[in-house]
């Protein structure tokens, strides 16, 4: 079945009329089974990316490890998944995207039964390390498989399915971690995926066609330095903090590699014969600009998300259920805009337009969240979640049908692990800074605050005549710590909205270097051997 649906023609310019025809470049069977089983592997693959945070502290104590250690269990994913995923283009061309796609699905179901399986803390990073390579081929090639099968006039609409995945896995991601985590064990975070995967494979079997194999050269060097790159950057980004960032001759060690790696990948892919990536991708201004909004939705979205549960249940006292309800709504606004943007789009609406909208709509939802005090309700914490989803659905679906309107096929899989590279690195870069921020204006705003803190003030004694009260005057001193910190960290919080807010509003202005696409697809090209 899949044979006959890779070799069925692909759509292509009518030699009638020159215009393109509205059919797949990979016509299927039964499209909408296959849909289930392409929307399954990548919904895995998504939640695996922050469903395994809450589960962090049982692993600790499981795998007797310490606080230091234990962040490897994330890291280790990430820095796999970042390295894998610039090759996925090559991978797909040199052994068949339907062969990629299915031996990674088979692969992260393996690698998620060995990490459930782990009995120490090697085991469970090398068995992350692998969970996050076979990972990284997924969500890039779920797009490129959904955008080969599709009809032209319909890749609107199955883009926004797609996007839906990847915008809503992070927001449930924590609450189901921690509903298994809690009434199962922190094993069955992981262990879930073997049954669901599972059935993503049998759909997969069955339906999914591949596209041409094209024997094209590995550019090693070129992957080197990539990678060299990102795991750098990452590496700088999850042990800045311990390090105490620049004070450590570690940090200045990362930012030698990356900035000498990244010049000289730059050099390379300019004057290479055939480099890694093609240099058609970067010759498309729509692409181009989509990157750089790909790192500010992943900066912006994913800092938030980073932000957001901490605050709720470390200074409003909710657990982990009433933190997913609160965080709700934000799914709902994005499955709302996404739908309202593929509609538009239909209508021949300009999808800068659209992006600049999301943009001011997301920021709007920030400058509400800047406005934030200890004494927020959960109303108007449910509010702008929605209108920030709504802001973040109405950009992301415009932004990716624009980024592809005018990339041939053949360059599908190459610019789809790009964009997901970049958002995956904006979110590192973003969750980061925000922490950062967040830590150290916490303890600044501290040390304003105890400034002011007098009898006057406290309506309390003398503060420093309280030790004579002994374990009481303690308990007083410390209650009263702690207000302060609950204080200076909420000033903190809102010090960060401020900042993407100002980072939503200074994106806006790049759509005016977007241009108008002026088809719903590009025509296939002949691949280029």
């Not at 900042?499 to 025509?523: N, Q």
């Amino acid at each position: 079945m899949a044979t006959k649906a890779a070799r069925a023609p692909s759509a292509g310019p009518s030699a009638a009329s020159g215009q393109i025809e509205d059919v797949a470049h990979l016509p299927v069977e039964n499209q909408f089974l296959l849909v289930i089983g392409i929307m399954t592997a990548s919904l895995i693959q998504v939640l695996d990316t922050t469903i395994a945070n809450v589960a962090i502290p049982h692993m600790q104590s499981s795998l007797g490890a310490t606080p230091d250690t234990v962040s490897w269990v994330l890291t280790s994913y990430i820095i796999a998944s970042a390295v894998a995923m610039p090759i996925t283009g090559w991978l797909a061309d040199r052994i068949g995207s339907r062969r990629l796609f299915i031996w990674s699905v088979a692969g992260f179901v393996v690698a998620s039964m060995l990490c459930g399986m782990a009995q120490n803390l090697e085991e469970m990073v090398i068995f992350r390390a692998l969970q996050g390579v076979a990972g990284a081929f997924i969500a890039p090639l779920s797009q490129s498989s959904l955008l080969d099968t599709t009809k032209p006039s319909r890749q609107s609409q199955i883009i926004a399915l797609w996007g839906m995945g990847v915008m809503i896995g992070p927001i449930l991601g924590p609450v189901l971690g921690g509903w298994i985590t809690e009434n199962w064990s922190w094993r069955w975070v992981f262990y879930v995926n073997v049954p669901v995967g599972a059935l993503c494979l049998v759909i997969l079997l069955a339906q999914l066609p591949s596209r041409e194999v094209i024997k094209r050269r590995f550019d090693l060097f070129g992957f080197a330095m990539i990678a060299l790159t990102l795991s750098s950057l990452q590496l700088l980004l999850d042990r800045g903090a311990q390090l105490d960032w620049f004070s450590s001759l570690e940090s200045w060690l990362y930012l030698f590699l990356i900035l000498s790696c990244t010049w000289i990948a730059v050099i390379h892919f300019a004057t290479a014969e055939q480099p890694l990536f093609d240099r058609q991708l970067f010759a498309n201004v729509n692409f181009v600009v989509a990157l750089i909004f790909m790192v500010v939705i992943g900066a912006v979205m994913f800092a938030t998300m980073a932000l957001i549960p901490p605050m709720l249940q470390g200074l409003f006292g909710y657990d982990v259920v009433d933190t997913g309800m609160v965080l709700m709504p934000r799914g709902v606004g994005v499955l709302i805009s996404m739908q309202l943007s593929g509609l538009l789009m239909r209508k021949g609406v300009d999808a800068r337009w659209m992006v600049s909208i999301g943009f001011l709509i997301g920021a709007w939802s920030l400058y509400q969240m800047a406005g934030w005090s200890l004494g927020v309700d959960r109303y108007h914490i449910v509010l702008s979640g929605l209108i920030q989803g709504l802001g973040i659905g109405l950009v992301f679906i415009p932004l990716q049908a624009t980024a592809f309107a005018t990339l041939s096929p053949r360059l599908r899989t190459d610019g789809s692990s790009l964009l997901n590279l970049t958002r995956s690195v904006g979110s590192s870069i973003g969750i980061s800074v925000m922490i950062t921020l967040l830590t150290r204006n916490t303890q600044t705003s501290h040390s304003d605050l105890a400034a002011h803190v007098t009898p006057a003030v406290t309506g309390m004694v003398d503060l420093t005549s309280l030790e004579r009260f002994n374990q009481y005057g303690e308990a007083a001193l410390g209650i009263l710590d702690a207000e302060v910190t609950r204080q200076a960290a909420m000033i903190a919080y809102v010090d960060d909205y401020w900042l993407m807010m100002w980072l939503s509003l200074a994106s806006v202005p790049l759509v005016l270097l977007m241009r108008r696409s002026t088809g719903p697809a590009a025509p296939p090209e002949p691949p280029s051997h």
